[in-house]
């Protein structure tokens, strides 16, 4: 059974800096996309960046410039390196990895970035 781990969100001011980590254990597949999603309050979730086991990234239009994805295979981890935070990147982060040969999905508990202003 997948799981993901997340860690490193918190209370920042505007401007300031995060890291996010997800750690997966579980999975029997090395191939794999892994990434961020995140659901602000009343909004629907959101892809943040994604990294396959590659190194092809995608990031959302509103963070380009400002978030950094990476990933360390032998570890099965991915990071989110948060630059400039805005009020506006505040919500929950939640930590995705999709396996490729089966298309499955597996989530994260989700963890809370809360940027002041």
């Known amino acids: 059974q997948v799981q993901l781990v997340e860690s490193g969100g918190g209370l920042v001011q505007a401007g300031g800096s995060l890291r996010l980590s997800c750690a997966a254990s579980?999975?029997?597949?090395?191939?794999?996309?892994m990434g961020w999603y995140r659901q602000a309050p009343g909004k629907q979730r959101e892809l943040v960046a994604v990294?396959?086991?590659?190194?092809?990234?995608n990031y959302a239009d509103s963070v380009k410039g400002r978030f950094t994805i990476s990933r360390d295979n032998a570890k099965n981890t991915v990071y989110l390196q948060m630059n400039s935070l805005k009020p506006e990147d505040t919500a929950v982060y939640y930590c995705?990895?999709?396996?490729?040969?089966?298309?499955?999905?597996?989530w994260g508990q989700g963890t809370q970035v809360t940027v002041s202003s």
């Open positions: 990294m396959t086991s590659g190194g092809s990234t």
């Open positions: 995705n990895l999709v396996v490729t040969i089966t298309i499955t999905s597996y």
């Open positions: 579980g999975s029997r597949f090395s191939s794999n996309t």
